[in-house]
């Protein structure tokens, strides 16, 4: 079997991940003209990167549970081993779908491209599953999209359609990868929770070029184009991170300037503790700053974080126009897309607690959970921090 990472293992997958991230168009070259195996591609790289997010969550679920209910360990195991075994079978379906597909777009079927695709693909995705570790910071995974601009470069160049054939095959891809990621994750939580997921479909798309919109039931949409129209975004995402990388300079705003965006009191709370952080690596900045703020009993802890250059996949939200929503005996939970930013919304009412997060300039992350009388004081504090203000930093 053909070796993936010459000198140290560990070593030789962080660097192609680096790589792979900051120079993807260059990577995807050297990865295609590698040898490997299937069976090589899936145990060296797959298995290793895709327990990242199941072993942070159930570390992060045991350190803060969900707000004031914390679940016992088998809770978190059963969660973790499903979610982990269901993302495998998600990378090995996709392969072969991706295979499956070739001939359909006039490209010959390769099994070992295809998986290539496939596990390489999911990189970013299965790293930005450390988020698992810190609930509160949930909202950042959604850096883990950079894996579709991984996929609309390393598509055509390994499995060689026809440069007309490209778009549409991306295309169909993106969507087939979609559902396949929301049926594993229907499957793993039926798993936990012991309950039946919803049926999935989407309508067929066909043609040479990309345009409409394909719907996922119970979900949402996928727009076609907006999709296309977000990968140059990414582009100009990977762009800045090379640039950072190359001077050794971080783009990501001072976390002075955030910390200063903290009010000192919001709907009767008063601000406490601040804390703050910053840093990065491979090009990859970021800085954040929160604030516990305290009435009586209760207290929520309000954030806004500069997640960088990859904030700009965070565009991707317009054509992966996921919905979803799910009411309980004790409150609700939901998603949804509101003027263009993904917005997730969690409310308890037995316990009065949950969590309001949004995005703002395509950059920021802004989030307040904890206690509080209603979900309406989470939002105010979540409109406290001045979006206007954001979008100057960013520029």
């Not at 016992?72 to 991706?98: D, H, K, N």
């Not at 490209?166 to 295309?171: G, H, K, N």
């Not at 039946?196 to 996922?216: E, H, K, M, Q």
């Not at 904890?370 to 001045?386: E, F, H, M, R, W």
């Amino acid at each position: 079997m053909a070796t993936q990472f010459p000198g140290d293992r560990s070593q030789g997958m962080i660097e192609r991940i680096k790589r792979l991230l900051l120079s993807p168009a260059a990577e995807w070259a050297a990865i295609d003209a590698e040898p490997m195996t299937a069976k090589g591609i899936f145990i060296s790289w797959a298995v290793p990167l895709a327990a990242i997010g199941p072993i942070a969550l159930v570390i992060g679920g045991l350190l803060f549970g969900y707000g004031v209910w914390h679940p016992p360990l088998r809770f978190f195991m059963s969660m973790a081993i499903s979610t982990y075994v269901m993302s495998l079978i998600g990378t090995f379906v996709l392969a072969l779908i991706i295979d499956a597909l070739a001939p359909s777009f006039g490209a010959a079927k390769n099994p070992v491209a295809a998986m290539k695709v496939a596990a390489f693909s999911y990189t970013a995705a299965w790293l930005a599953g450390i988020v698992n570790i810190i609930p509160m910071l949930g909202i950042l995974a959604i850096v883990g999209v950079y894996s579709l601009y991984l996929l609309w470069i390393g598509l055509p160049l390994l499995m060689k359609p026809p440069a007309d054939k490209a778009v549409p095959y991306f295309a169909v891809t993106l969507v087939v990868g979609v559902v396949v990621m929301i049926v594993a994750t229907t499957i793993a939580s039926s798993v936990t929770y012991r309950a039946i997921g919803s049926p999935f479909a989407l309508s067929a798309v066909g043609g040479d070029t990309v345009g409409g919109t394909v719907s996922v039931p119970g979900v949402g949409s996928v727009d076609l184009g907006a999709a296309q129209a977000a990968v140059d975004k990414m582009k100009t995402a990977t762009a800045q991170m090379q640039a950072d990388q190359a001077s050794g300079h971080s783009s990501a705003v001072p976390v002075a300037a955030l910390q200063g965006m903290l009010p000192a009191s919001i709907a009767g709370f008063t601000r406490g503790d601040v804390e703050t952080q910053s840093g990065g690596a491979a090009g990859i900045n970021g800085s954040t700053a929160n604030a516990r703020y305290s009435q009586g009993e209760q207290s929520f802890r309000l954030s806004v974080s500069d997640i960088g250059a990859l904030g700009a996949v965070a565009t991707l939200g317009g054509a992966l126009n996921v919905q979803s929503s799910k009411t309980t005996a004790t409150g609700y939970e939901k998603t949804e897309m509101v003027n263009g930013a993904m917005v997730n919304e969690r409310w308890n009412n037995q316990d009065h607690s949950g969590e309001y997060s949004t995005m703002a300039a395509s950059r920021f992350t802004v989030s307040a959970e904890g206690s509080a009388p209603s979900i309406d004081v989470l939002k105010q504090a979540v409109a406290a921090i001045d979006a206007g203000k954001l979008a100057d930093l960013a520029k």
